[in-house]
Antibody, heavy 118, light 110 residues
Framework: EVQLVQSGAEVKKPGESLKISCKGSGYSFTNYWIGWVRQMPGKGLEWMGI????????RYSPSLQGQVTISADKSINTAYLQWSSLKASDTAIYYC???????????WGQGTLVTVSS | QSALTQPRSVSGSPGQSVTISCTGTSSDVGGYKFVSWYQQHPGKAPKLMIY???ERPSGVPDRFSGSKSGNTASLTISGLQAEDEADYYC??????????FGTGTKVTVL
């Protein structure tokens, strides 16, 4: 069974750094793109970027380029999303998802709630 | 890219059909056969319902169908059931590994 398990909820202050994770199991982690999706409180889904763990090939949404870093450690089947300096506007649920094919996310993590508040 | 445009809400009685539209541009919906649809219940992760415009993943009821014409994709739910009440989002490939989601539609079963 394909599973993506994300790290737990985080509460941070503005300016702090953060790295959340997404661990894949039940499939060949290096052979599928992993995408990250943001959902701000009460809002819709927003595409952030994708990574191909087999080659660490990473692409970002133009609107989020430079604001986050996506990475992966294929030795432990885990993808990451990190911030160097959080803002209150980063408060959201962040989902990782496996791309079965182009624009088809067939398996999703349970989501990680990130709250940024002073 | 700007979000794809969806109606804010649609509703129908049990057994009826509802259709959700998803309007983009020739740079996304109109330019590729890579449109997917997701169902999201409150507090839950999204679930893939349709991909590649009209393909259904295994386990998704055949009451759900997708289509596309020009810059507009559509999701139709036939034989509406209570458990179909949820938010629905379209997503399109926009070239160069870029993707864009729709604004989301709340489906209400009356």
């Amino acid at each position: 069974e394909v599973q993506l398990v994300q790290s737990g909820a985080e509460v941070k202050k503005p300016g702090e750094s953060l790295k959340i994770s997404c661990k894949g199991s039940g499939y060949s982690f290096t052979n599928y793109w992993i995408g990250w999706v943001r959902q701000m409180p009460g809002k819709g889904l927003e595409w952030m970027g994708i990574i191909y763990p087999g080659a660490s090939d990473t692409r970002y949404s133009p609107s989020l380029q430079g604001q986050v870093t996506i990475s992966a450690d294929k030795s432990i089947n885990t993808a990451y999303l990190q911030w160097s300096s959080l803002k209150a506007s980063d408060t959201a649920i962040y989902y990782c998802a496996r791309l079965l094919s182009i624009a088809a996310c067939d398996s999703w993590g349970q989501g990680t709630l990130v709250t940024v508040s002073s | 890219q700007s979000a794809l445009t969806q109606p804010r809400s649609v509703s129908g009685s049990p057994g009826q059909s509802v259709t959700i539209s998803c309007t983009g541009t020739s740079s996304d919906v109109g330019g590729y056969k890579f449109v997917s649809w997701y169902q999201q219940h409150p507090g839950k992760a999204p679930k893939l319902m349709i991909y590649d415009v009209s393909e259904r993943p295994s386990g998704v009821p055949d009451r759900f169908s997708g289509s596309k014409s020009g810059n507009t994709a559509s999701l139709t739910i036939s034989g509406l059931q209570a458990e179909d009440e949820a938010d629905y989002y379209c997503c399109s490939y926009a070239g160069s590994y870029a993707y864009v989601f729709g604004t989301g539609t709340k489906v209400t079963v009356l």
